[in-house]
């Protein structure tokens, strides 16, 4: 009877001491950083465009957040991305070469003064 007495109170003197392993499972949101960061990308609400190549088979490139980004095949941390001539869409807002977009505030910041970038017709 003591040694069983004995090996209760061993066992929850260890359980009392485990180390939590905190939150096993994630909202999709989490998921999706998890997986993005994983892969090297990082997910942001603020984007820089910092240029844009547009080419003739439709393999646009835009760089965003310092890395080129393609809108086909659609980029795992931006995927509602719309490259258009001289600006790219993302969740349907409009951001121009040189600018900072904060998705949520809807802040903008022009890096480059008004007219500094001009597109060849």
Request: hydrophobic fraction near 45%; charged fraction near 20%.
């Amino acid at each position: 009877m003591k040694k069983l007495l004995l090996i209760n109170i061993l066992m929850f003197y260890g359980c009392a001491q485990a180390n939590s392993i905190g939150t096993v499972f994630f909202s999709p949101a989490e998921r999706a950083a998890l997986v993005a960061a994983r892969s090297g990308i990082t997910q942001s609400a603020t984007y820089t465009l910092t240029g844009i190549t547009q080419r003739d088979a439709g393999k646009s490139v835009a760089w965003i957040n310092g890395r080129a980004v393609t809108q086909v095949p659609p980029d795992a941390a931006i995927p509602t991305l719309v490259i258009d001539r001289d600006h790219v869409l993302i969740e349907n807002k409009t951001i121009k070469v040189g600018e900072t977009l904060d998705i949520i505030s809807g802040q903008r910041t022009l890096r480059l003064p008004e007219q500094a970038v001009r597109t060849k017709p």
